[in-house]
């Protein structure tokens, strides 16, 4: 069974940073384009970051110059590096594949919270 391990999350003050990490149990994993998601209480979980399968980056404005995503195809890894973390990026951080239904779901996440 495909699976989506997240971990890295924790208590950060506002400005800090943090670096979140999500292992996929799948051999096609280099050929996947990748993304990290986040669902803050009462909102609609959102895409903020993406990498496509040749290294292609890509973030939702509101985390542009903040957050770096990255991959390591030899560990089966995406990973998000967080800097000058803010109150409202509080929220539980998921990665998925960005074509849907490549996984079976989703995994349990790595709740990130930002205060002071």
């Known amino acids: 069974q495909v699976q989506l391990v997240e971990s890295g999350g924790g208590l950060v003050q506002p400005g800090g940073s943090l670096r979140l990490s999500c292992k996929a149990s799948?051999?096609?994993?280099?050929?996947?384009?990748m993304g990290w998601y986040r669902q803050a209480p009462g909102k609609q979980r959102e895409l903020v970051a993406t990498i496509t399968s040749t290294g292609t980056t890509s973030w939702v404005d509101s985390v542009k110059g903040r957050f770096t995503i990255s991959r390591d195809n030899a560990k089966n890894t995406v990973y998000l590096q967080m800097n000058s973390l803010k109150v409202e990026d509080t929220a539980v951080y998921y990665c998925?594949?960005?074509?849907?239904?490549?996984?079976?779901?989703w995994g349990q996440g790595t709740q990130v919270t930002v205060s002071s």
């Open positions: 998925n594949a960005l074509v849907p239904g490549t996984f079976s779901g």
């Open positions: 799948t051999s096609i994993f280099s050929i996947l384009g």
